[in-house]
């Protein structure tokens, strides 16, 4: 009788540290909303170390030609705000981007002008603007003195054109690698997903303890018989 005891309390222990050391099923949830936050860390979660490592060098790549684009721009900019400067004839040092917007669409200031005279003499005489409403206007949106333009060369206007649509470029280049970044995080979301449910089936397989009891016949005496797979 004694060593029965002793039998069923090595079966108890035996199962008690099956199910401490037994690894717990993993959570799809959580491995998705990480890798939504950090590509890579879900697959990492789960104990996909290969996949988790092309997340992360993808989201890292994405990044760096994020910046790099953006730095891009920026370099641009100046080449283009020195390049009117030096050719338009402006003496302005600083302005905003309408300005320099302004410089790309008109040869000079007074084609600019011209059309804003224009606008402001409709609104005068087609229109219900008072003498004092007129002249406002022209005081708001005429360039004159110091913000006058003229390029004196098409090409040279051209070229500034074309600067203009270099720094354009880049910011787009750098929207795209901001797309790239979501499509990178979705894919990741699946692949953690994926690894998550391919690991918590194989702890299931792994961890598998088993107590079989039964009853002899022939001996006429009960039998318990325990089953672990690693």
């Known amino acids: 009788m004694k060593y029965k005891f002793l039998i069923i309390a090595l079966i108890i222990i035996?199962?008690?540290?099956?199910?401490?050391?037994?690894e717990k099923p993993k959570s799809k949830a959580l491995a998705a909303l990480m890798s939504f936050a950090v590509p890579g860390t879900g697959e990492l979660y789960a104990k996909n170390t290969a996949s988790s490592i092309a997340s992360l060098a993808t989201e890292t790549l994405l990044w760096l030609?994020?910046?790099?684009?953006?730095?891009?721009?920026?370099?641009?900019?100046?080449?283009?705000?020195?390049?009117?400067?030096a050719n338009s004839n402006t003496h302005l040092t600083?302005?905003?981007?309408?300005?320099?917007?302004?410089?790309?669409?008109?040869?000079?200031?007074?084609?600019?002008?011209?059309?804003?005279?224009?606008?402001?003499?409709?609104?005068?005489?087609y229109g219900d603007w008072t003498q004092e409403e007129f002249k406002q206007f022209l005081d708001e949106y005429l360039y004159v003195g110091d913000q006058a333009w003229n390029w004196g060369?098409?090409?040279?206007?051209?070229?500034?054109?074309?600067?203009?649509?270099?720094k354009n470029k880049y910011k787009i280049i750098s929207k795209f690698t901001i797309a790239g970044m979501l499509v990178n995080r979705l894919v990741s979301m699946v692949k953690a997903v994926q690894s998550v449910h391919l690991y918590n089936k194989g702890i299931t397989k792994e961890n598998t303890v088993s107590l079989n009891?039964?009853?002899d016949h022939i001996l006429q005496r009960f039998t318990l018989s325990l089953e672990k797979r690693f």
Request: proline share 0%; charged share 25%.
């Open 14 to 22: 035996v199962l008690s540290a099956s199910i401490l050391h037994a």
């Open 65 to 85: 030609g994020y910046f790099h684009f953006l730095q891009q721009a920026k370099w641009a900019e100046n080449d283009y705000k020195k390049y009117a400067l």
């Open 94 to 125: 600083e302005a905003d981007d309408l300005y320099y917007e302004l410089l790309q669409d008109y040869y000079s200031s007074d084609e600019y002008n011209n059309q804003v005279r224009l606008y402001a003499r409709n609104g005068l005489y």
């Open 153 to 166: 060369s098409t090409d040279v206007w051209y070229k500034y054109g074309e600067l203009r649509r270099e």
């Open 213 to 215: 009891c039964g009853y």
